[in-house]
């Protein structure tokens, strides 16, 4: 067991509350006037106290203004410059998207940042016109959302449709698609993304796709659209349909099939788009270190919650910053990245994609510099009655001591179940993603998975209202958006205050551990010795961590007891070749010890780990004559998913989307570096699939095919598995010499 770092926990809670000098109270919003007392008269009410805000953070606190942030939101929301077509949108180089830029420009300037500037990034151009579609035998024009591929021909495509179920390879077998629209079912929650039924679509010759989401995601109702990122070649015009229309299409059907006019009014240009990331700064005492705040702002629909109330929510933090007047001793930066939706064809990691590029190569300059990313996301809207916030693991006990002090923000009349402060590792949905991998200690606001759930899965907004025409401003709740306002922006300047970056690398040591179980790696064939060495480096790494963490939050606990702006100013100084090196160790673990499983962030070895566990199962199935469990209850898993599309697609198909995966076609962004080696394994994929209703059967083929791949990617496990133990050992060797 490794010892948990409680004198840690000690010293960093002691500098908070040193830092912590005086509470006052910070005013509710009153939201509905004086209540009328019984007769009918108009006594007020008396408001319950809110919680006491620590005196740093109070005037930043009482400066904040949710009416300015929403009345913003709204106008771009509802603002015809803003959207490119009838149902909204404003996606990666758009024209609605450079408007969007430009007025964020404006406001930023208005609100008296410095420097404002919009740094271009190169996308994929993806101008959404409005899409329809009028069919024989139906009353008027449907309309139609686009997805980001090319558009059809001027004057539109003439053809029959075709009802083609799911859109699997299975639902072709009795069908003719060549030169005809295609009709299809699809859930991208639980089943597959958009991008892989179009790619085997446009391998049938088929001219275009019409997807039908009827379960996953717009649940909210039946005339509700569905967009989200393509993930796959943007070669066959495809486009969302609402179920209510597609159901008026299918009864207009004649054994399948109804003669049609599709017009996708797409503008779409491969590498040959401009989106921009726009920011302004409040300049610090020393500009050597700066905190970041994001959002995005390019958007599907009108894009209420998804994210225009963010990125005005990050302005109205920077506004109560400069209204306050805070000066803080490190630069902040305000930024509102284009691009976070959809940014590249034929990736599978084709979002984020503006904020990729902006630290990576508008902003290489900006690794080691940022201490801190506070990204934000859907920030108005309760998903449940508790909150949390994602992070990478260095920043666990920093992130739970200060949630959990008296002096910080605390909801007012929301979130009953409190904020969870166990620890939740950045996930890849959002740009905090881009700048976690670039080195950047990152937060993002708590809106995707509902992590009290026996099996965590997402919240309901994403079945019901996510990526839909349903997010506008009537899921607008001002207590949230209030709360989160106050709360992350009180972080920042928490962040700001403490002269040294609050990294704990021993947060690293139950991801790692917890990465290795002793009966699992047995099991895969891995030998005490290895297992031994890598166990031995975590609990060195973890040592040496320990201690580096101490000397951090001794410089910020004597900065907490300084008395003078000279002390002070010294231990700054003090601080910035630790933090430079803290920097340095943090994206050194990042390069070497995250990794992806498709979407999930991983320890490396995991992934060949994985694979070797889930072979054996699914050989073991075999051996006993049970194909069904060995497709249905592993062999699947198998590649991180990856073997579910070989199972319902063509080979050419799946051959595609694992090509999307390892970066054949595109660049992987942020997943670059990440991705591993597939256990060679397809063919007997295929097999046990075309095989899945015989009894008895003989399966000494296909076993042989697993246990192949099974070497390879044992031996790929032991190679990854030393290279990660080296890691940790040189590590703690460069943090026992600070």
């Not at 940014?343 to 902003?363: F, K, L």
């Not at 979130?415 to 590792?425: N, S």
């Not at 997402?458 to 839909?468: L, N, V």
Request: aromatic share 10%; hydrophobic share 40%; charged share 25%.
């Amino acid at each position: 067991m490794v010892k948990r770092n409680n004198n840690l926990r000690l010293a960093l809670t002691l500098a908070l509350m040193l830092a912590t000098l005086a509470f006052g109270f910070a005013g509710c919003k009153d939201q509905g006037g004086s209540s009328a007392a019984p007769g009918g008269s108009s006594a007020p009410v008396e408001e319950p106290e809110a919680a006491p805000v620590a005196e740093e953070y109070r005037a930043f606190v009482e400066a904040v203004d949710t009416d300015w942030a929403y009345d913003l939101a709204v106008e771009v929301c509802e603002g015809a410059d803003y959207q490119d077509n009838e149902l909204g949108d404003r996606q990666a180089g758009s024209d609605a998207e450079h408007r969007t830029a430009d007025k964020i420009a404006s406001v930023m300037e208005e609100i008296g940042l410095e420097g404002v500037t919009k740094d271009p990034v190169a996308v994929d151009r993806i101008q959404a016109n409005g899409s329809s579609v009028t069919v024989d035998g139906v009353e008027g024009e449907i309309v139609l959302h686009a997805y980001q591929t090319v558009g059809t021909p001027e004057g539109g495509l003439e053809a029959e449709i075709v009802d083609a179920g799911e859109g699997t390879i299975w639902d072709y077998e009795d069908l003719d698609v060549e030169g005809k629209i295609v009709l299809i079912d699809i859930d991208q929650w639980e089943n597959w993304w958009i991008g892989t039924p179009a790619t085997q679509a446009l391998e049938l010759g088929a001219a275009a796709l019409i997807a039908n989401n009827v379960s996953g995601f717009s649940e909210v109702a039946t005339d509700a659209y569905n967009a989200n990122d393509f993930c796959g070649p943007a070669d066959l015009p495809t486009v969302s349909i609402t179920q209510d229309d597609a159901a008026r299409i299918r009864e207009a059907m004649t054994d399948g099939v109804v003669g049609a006019k599709l017009v996708v009014g797409n503008d779409y240009s491969k590498g040959g788009g401009e989106s921009y990331n726009v920011y302004g700064r409040i300049p610090g005492k020393d500009s050597s270190e700066a905190i970041l705040f994001g959002a995005h702002y390019d958007a599907y629909f009108q894009g209420f919650q998804d994210d225009t109330i963010a990125w005005t929510g990050v302005l109205a933090i920077a506004k109560a910053m400069i209204d306050s007047g805070y000066t803080p001793q490190r630069d902040i930066i305000f930024m509102c990245h284009g691009a976070e939706e959809w940014g590249e064809a034929d990736t599978n990691y084709d979002w984020a994609i503006g904020s990729y590029r902006q630290i990576t190569e508008a902003h290489p300059d900006w690794q080691g510099k940022l201490v801190s990313f506070i990204n934000f996301e859907l920030s108005a809207y309760e998903f449940a009655d508790y909150t949390y916030t994602n992070s990478s693991p260095e920043s666990y006990g920093m992130l739970a001591m200060f949630t959990e002090a008296e002096g910080t923000p605390k909801p007012d009349g929301v979130y009953a179940g409190g904020i969870l402060t166990d620890g939740f590792q950045t996930y890849t949905y959002d740009d905090s993603f881009s700048y976690y991998v670039a080195g950047v200690p990152s937060f993002i606001n708590g809106m995707l998975l509902d992590v009290q759930a026996e099996e965590p899965d997402k919240f309901p907004f994403y079945y019901e209202i996510y990526h839909t025409n349903y997010d506008t401003k009537e899921t607008y709740n001002e207590a949230v958006f209030d709360w989160q306002l106050k709360f992350y922006g009180s972080l920042g300047i928490h962040i700001d205050l403490m002269p040294a970056v609050e990294l704990d690398f021993t947060g690293e040591t139950a991801r790692l551990t917890e990465a290795l179980d002793a009966d699992s790696a047995a099991a895969a064939g891995l030998t005490e010795e290895e297992i031994a060495a890598y166990t031995d480096a975590v609990a060195a790494f973890d040592e040496a961590a320990n201690t580096l963490a101490m000397k951090t939050a001794s410089i910020n606990e004597r900065y907490a007891q300084a008395e003078t702006d000279e002390e002070k100013a010294a231990l700054y100084e003090e601080a910035k070749p630790l933090n430079e090196a803290n920097l340095a160790l943090f994206k050194k673990t990042v390069d070497g010890l995250l990794g992806l499983e498709a979407e999930t962030p991983i320890v490396p070895h995991e992934w060949f780990l994985h694979n070797v566990l889930l072979i054996d199962e699914t050989v073991g199935y075999l051996e006993e004559g049970d194909v069904v469990s060995a497709a249905d209850e592993t062999g699947w898993q198998v590649n991180g998913g990856g073997e579910w599309y070989a199972m319902n697609f063509s080979e050419e198909t799946a051959a595609h989307g694992d090509g999307a995966y390892l970066g054949t076609y595109a660049s992987l962004n942020w997943g670059t570096g990440k991705t591993y080696e597939f256990a060679d394994v397809s063919d007997a994929t295929r097999s046990i699939t075309e095989r899945y209703e015989e009894e008895g059967g003989d399966y000494a083929a296909e076993i042989a095919i697993y246990t192949a791949a099974r070497e390879s990617q044992a031996a790929l496990l032991k190679a990854k598995l030393a290279e990660e133990a080296a890691l940790l050992e040189a590590l703690a060797e460069e943090m026992r010499a600070l």
